[in-house]
């Protein structure tokens, strides 16, 4: 194990228990099936404005880092919410009225069927309920309205009212709890508990590792979608992927594993300083707790506990981790935001462009390059996980709303 800290911004570890040579390993990793990942497509995609987000090559900012090519997974543009979550979220809504509804009918009712009223009543007497930092709430919360079941979102005091406006004006309930995101996930467990309601969590430990899994499952298909969207290039060599729980990043991870086998991309997650559970637990070789406040800007990625279904996947198939500043998510987003040697602008927020913000740091250190074999020639995948999720923050950070900014790139700069 190689553990550096390289410079005062950012600190960056190596994975020992990663599997480099073996092929995706089905039977550790049944979180992540071709079933599952043929269910939640067929779902998924037939929601109404369904699209595959773009996938952005981003050439100024590659000729900066002195890396072959960047593309960028831009996630802003899913469902109209701004962020990768409606396929997890919103598919393990989906999932919850699926089983309820096959427990009393033996029929397994598609999401085509549910959007055109079958089952209106029983679906309405549905509840579901998750702990969120803001984003996976929100889908869970249009995932519901979409379907037509109730819901009772959980958020911790940090999450801004901007993103709490977000989520009621999907006609949610939500409840403000003390503490931090993993606060918010136990009250939403255990309020479901005493009220015999649906808990929707991103996380296995959330209470439920049926939805879990769904969430996880429906994540999927955005790695899905690189995967064909690359089919006329060289596979990537790299992915540097942000975590909160590690549910993203595992899903990436494990279905990129299935797509490119022994050819896959060495893979980096990325978490703030504050909040680094996936950087502890490679370090310890064991899944380690991170106690505190964990607050950061990347309010998406600032949990304590790593998500149980993503371990397994993480511990064999992440390469290294690193942890970064604040400072490094806001620089990255301005710069997005301008759009560098002459590439597109793009509307980041704060924990979507983690990922980018890893890289940025990492491709300036030759320790960093040496140890993550960035190179020349690297081919680099990152997920550009939410645009502008809170208005306010991005135009406080950029200097200019999302729209202004989505304006000009669709000016052509
Ligand atoms: C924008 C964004 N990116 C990444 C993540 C991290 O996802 P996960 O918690 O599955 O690691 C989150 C989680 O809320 C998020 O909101």
Same mark, same amino acid.
């Given at each position: 194990?190689?553990?550096?800290?390289?410079?005062?911004?950012?600190?960056?570890?190596?994975?020992?228990?990663?599997?480099?040579?073996?092929?995706?390993?089905?039977?550790?990793?049944?979180?992540?099936?071709?079933?599952?990942?043929?269910?939640?497509?067929?779902?998924?995609?037939?929601?109404?404005?369904?699209?595959?987000?773009?996938?952005?090559?981003?050439?100024?900012?590659?000729?900066?880092?002195?890396?072959?090519?960047?593309?960028?997974?831009?996630?802003?543009?899913?469902?109209?919410?701004?962020?990768?979550?409606?396929?997890?979220?919103?598919?393990?809504?989906?999932?919850?009225?699926?089983?309820?509804?096959? =427990? @009393?009918? &033996?029929?397994?009712? *598609? #999401?085509?069927?549910?959007?055109? !009223?079958?089952?209106?009543?029983?679906?309405?007497? +549905?509840?579901?309920?998750?702990?969120?930092?803001?984003?996976?709430?929100?889908?869970?919360?249009?995932?519901?309205?979409?379907?037509?079941?109730?819901?009772?979102?959980?958020?911790?005091?940090?999450?801004?009212?901007?993103?709490?406006?977000?989520?009621?004006?999907?006609?949610?309930?939500?409840?403000?709890?003390?503490?931090?995101?993993?606060?918010?996930?136990?009250?939403?467990?255990?309020?479901?508990?005493?009220?015999?309601?649906?808990?929707?969590?991103?996380? =296995? @430990?959330? &209470?439920?590792?049926? *939805? #879990?899994?769904?969430?996880?499952? !429906?994540?999927?298909?955005?790695?899905?979608?690189? +995967?064909?969207?690359?089919?006329?290039?060289?596979?990537?060599?790299?992915?540097?992927?942000?975590?909160?729980?590690?549910?993203?990043?595992?899903?990436?991870?494990?279905?990129?594993?299935?797509?490119?086998?022994?050819?896959?991309?060495?893979?980096?997650?990325?978490?703030?300083?504050?909040?680094?559970?996936?950087?502890?637990?490679?370090?310890?070789?064991?899944?380690?707790?991170?106690?505190?406040?964990?607050?950061?800007?990347?309010?998406?990625?600032?949990?304590?506990?790593?998500?149980?279904?993503?371990?397994?996947?993480?511990?064999?198939?992440?390469?290294?981790?690193?942890?970064?500043?604040?400072?490094?998510?806001?620089?990255?987003?301005?710069?997005?935001?301008?759009?560098?040697?002459?590439?597109?602008?793009?509307?980041?927020?704060?924990?979507?462009?983690?990922?980018?913000?890893?890289?940025?740091?990492?491709?300036?250190?030759?320790?960093?390059?040496?140890?993550?074999?960035?190179?020349?020639?690297?081919?680099?995948?990152?997920?550009?996980?939410?645009?502008?999720?809170?208005?306010?923050?991005?135009?406080?950070?950029?200097?200019?709303?999302?729209?202004?900014?989505?304006?000009?790139?669709?000016?052509?700069?």
């Amino acid at each position: 194990m190689v553990n550096y800290k390289l410079n005062r911004d950012f600190f960056v570890i190596s994975n020992s228990d990663v599997s480099e040579s073996a092929p995706y390993p089905e039977t550790v990793l049944e979180g992540l099936t071709d079933s599952g990942l043929a269910m939640a497509r067929s779902e998924i995609t037939s929601w109404p404005d369904y699209r595959a987000t773009p996938l952005v090559s981003l050439d100024g900012l590659a000729r900066q880092l002195d890396v072959n090519t960047i593309s960028y997974k831009d996630e802003g543009w899913r469902f109209g919410l701004q962020s990768f979550k409606p396929l997890g979220g919103a598919y393990a809504v989906l999932r919850v009225i699926q089983r309820e509804l096959h =427990a @009393s009918s &033996g029929q397994l009712f *598609s #999401s085509t069927e549910i959007l055109a !009223g079958s089952n209106k009543e029983r679906v309405l007497g +549905v509840t579901v309920c998750a702990g969120t930092d803001g984003n996976h709430g929100r889908s869970v919360a249009w995932g519901s309205r979409m379907f037509g079941c109730r819901c009772v979102i959980y958020i911790n005091q940090a999450v801004s009212s901007g993103r709490e406006s977000a989520i009621a004006s999907y006609g949610a309930e939500v409840r403000r709890v003390p503490g931090s995101f993993d606060d918010a996930v136990r009250a939403a467990k255990e309020t479901a508990r005493e009220e015999g309601w649906h808990v929707v969590p991103d996380t =296995a @430990s959330g &209470g439920s590792i049926t *939805s #879990s899994a769904d969430v996880m499952q !429906g994540y999927a298909l955005l790695a899905e979608e690189i +995967v064909e969207q690359l089919s006329n290039a060289e596979p990537p060599t790299h992915l540097f992927i942000q975590a909160g729980v590690g549910g993203l990043a595992a899903a990436v991870c494990g279905q990129l594993w299935q797509a490119y086998g022994l050819a896959r991309p060495f893979t980096v997650i990325v978490e703030p300083h504050s909040a680094g559970c996936w950087y502890e637990s490679f370090k310890a070789g064991k899944e380690v707790v991170v106690e505190g406040e964990l607050d950061s800007l990347m309010a998406g990625l600032a949990c304590g506990e790593i998500s149980p279904h993503a371990w397994p996947i993480l511990r064999k198939g992440a390469h290294g981790a690193m942890t970064i500043p604040d400072e490094a998510a806001a620089q990255t987003m301005k710069r997005l935001s301008m759009g560098v040697d002459g590439d597109q602008p793009i509307v980041g927020g704060e924990s979507g462009v983690a990922g980018l913000a890893g890289l940025i740091l990492a491709s300036q250190s030759s320790e960093a390059r040496s140890l993550l074999k960035l190179e020349k020639n690297s081919r680099i995948v990152v997920v550009g996980s939410e645009g502008d999720t809170d208005p306010e923050t991005y135009t406080k950070i950029t200097g200019r709303s999302g729209k202004e900014v989505r304006q000009q790139a669709i000016e052509g700069n």
